[in-house]
C-alpha cells in the first residue's frame, strides 16, 4: 500500500494525495521512534496532550482491539501522511480500544492539541490540510462500512471489483487492468470476509474466466458480468 | 434517538452531548428550510461553498445512496447538532452518494468553509467544537464499523448487548435495565441485520430469560450468558 496507485487499486489510499505543509514546522513537534510491531495507545484529553502525529518515516496501522482480543486494522498511514489520536476516548467504547502499531521501524512526530490549533491560527494552509485530513479519514470509514454493511461476502467482492472498474479505464478491449498486489488474505481482511470465501470467490470467478488475479494484478475480462451478478446474486454458485 | 439517553441506550448519539458555541454565530450563516423527506447533496470543493450546517430545528439523516438503489443510514444528527458537508467528493466513490435528508421538516444554517475558517481563527472555543465534531462523527463510523466487521448477525446482536450492559450499572439483582425505545426494524438497521434475523434473536434470547424487549426498554436479567454465547457462538440454536 505505498504508491499513489493505491486509490486506483485497492481504494485505501494510506498516503497523502498531496504533500501536507505540516512538514514545513516538525521542528517544533517532538519525535518519537516506533520499532516494528511496537504500539502506542494515544488519548488527547487536554491541551497539552499529543493530538496529531506527523509519519516522517515507515507506516502506521490504526487498529480496534476488541474485548475478545481480535482486531481490526481500519486504516493505514504512511511516511508523508498523518494521523490523529484518539480524542477524550470517544472512540474506545466497552471493551474496543483504538491502537496505533508500527507495521515498520517508523519515526513519528507529535504535535499537543494547543500546537495544531496555533499552527491553524497563524497558517491557514494547516487549517486546510486539517480538514483534508479528516475528510479522507472520514473517506477511508465510509468506504469500509459501504462495502461490508448489509452485504453478504460475495457481494462484498463483486462490490469491491465493480468500483475498481468504475474508477480505471479499460484498455481497447474492454478489459481492465488494474495494479494490485495484495495477497489473498490482504484482500479478505480489506473486505472484512474470510480467507476461505475469498479464495472460493476468486476461483469460481477465475473458471468462468471473468477474472484472473496475479502477484501484481487483477485482470476484469468481463465487467458486465460483474454487475449482473451484483444484481442477482443467486447467479454465483461457489 | 433524541435525548441524552441514547448513548448508554443505542450507542449513536444524534445530540451533541455539549452544547456548541456555533449557535452564538448563527446570524453569520445561511438559513435553509427543508421539509421532512427533502433533502439535500452538499460537496464542499471551494471557500465559499457550504461546508458546515448547524441545525436549528428538526433532524437529519446522513444517508449513501449505493449504486443498486440501496440507501445506508450513517448518522442521525440532531437540533443543537451540526453535520458536515461532504469534502471535495472524496466520500461518494464509484457510485456512491452521500445525501443528507431530512427525518422531520427541518431550519438548518450552513456555513461556508470560509466563514468557518473565519470563525475558528476568531475563537478557539470553535476550534475546539470543530474537533469535538470530527471526533464524534469519527466515533459513530468506528462504532457501527466494529460492531458488523467480520461478525455474524447474531455476534453483532449480542456485542451491542454486551456493550450496553457494559456502560449500564445493573440494579442490585444484578438486572440491566435500559431504556430502549427502537423497533426491531430500527435494531436491524443499528446493526445491520435482516429483520426477520433480529426477530428470531429476540425471540430465542426472551425464550431462555436471558433478556426482555418491550416498546421501550430491553431488560438484560443475564449479562453473562450473553458473554458466553459471544465467545461460543456454537450454543446459540436459533
Known amino acids: 500500500m505505498g504508491t499513489p ?35 502506542i495507545n494515544s488519548i488527547c484529553n487536554n491541551e497539552e496532550d499529543p493530538y496529531l502525529y506527523y509519519i516522517l518515516s515507515g507506516k502506521i ?4 482491539l476488541r474485548t475478545d482480543g481480535s482486531s481490526l486494522v481500519i486504516a ?4 508523508g ?33 494547543k500546537q495544531l490549533f496555533d499552527l491553524m491560527e497563524q497558517d491557514r494552509q494547516i487549517m486546510d490540510d ?8 472520514y473517506a477511508t470509514l465510509c468506504h469500509r462500512l459501504m462495502n461490508t454493511a448489509c ?3 460475495s457481494q462484498r467482492f463483486l462490490t469491491w471489483l465493480d468500483k475498481l472498474c468504475r ?9 481492465h487492468i488494474i495494479e494490485c498486489d495484495l495477497t489473498q488474505q490482504q484482500i479478505a481482511d480489506l ?24 502477484k501484481t494484478h487483477i485482470y476484469v475480462y468481463n465487467s458486465k458480468k460483474i454487475n449482473e451478478y451484483l444484481l442477482d446474486e443467486s447467479k454465483i454458485v461457489y
Open 5 to 39: 496507485r493505491d486509490y486506483s487499486s485497492i481504494l485505501m489510499p494510506s498516503y497523502s494525495i498531496r504533500p501536507l505543509n505540516f512538514n514545513q514546522y516538525l521542528h517544533l513537534g517532538k519525535s518519537h521512534k516506533l520499532f516494528q510491531g511496537e504500539f
Open 130 to 137: 486539517f480538514l483534508y485530513v479528516v475528510h479522507m479519514f
Open 151 to 153: 452485504l453478504s461476502s
Open 167 to 175: 474508477i480505471n479505464t479499460p484498455d481497447r478491449n474492454g478489459h
Open 76 to 79: 493505514t498511514r504512511e511516511a
Open 191 to 214: 473486505l472484512f470476509i474470510h480467507l476461505t470465501t475469498c479464495n472460493r470467490l476468486i476461483t469460481g470467478l477465475e473458471k468462468e474466466k471473468i477474472i484472473k488475479k496475479t
Open 61 to 64: 496501522n490504526i487498529c480496534f
Open 81 to 113: 501522511n498523518v494521523f490523529q489520536s484518539e480524542y477524550r476516548g470517544f472512540a474506545s467504547i466497552a471493551g474496543d480500544r483504538l491502537r496505533f502499531i508500527a507495521v515498520e521501524n517508523s519515526v513519528i512526530i507529535s504535535f499537543t492539541k
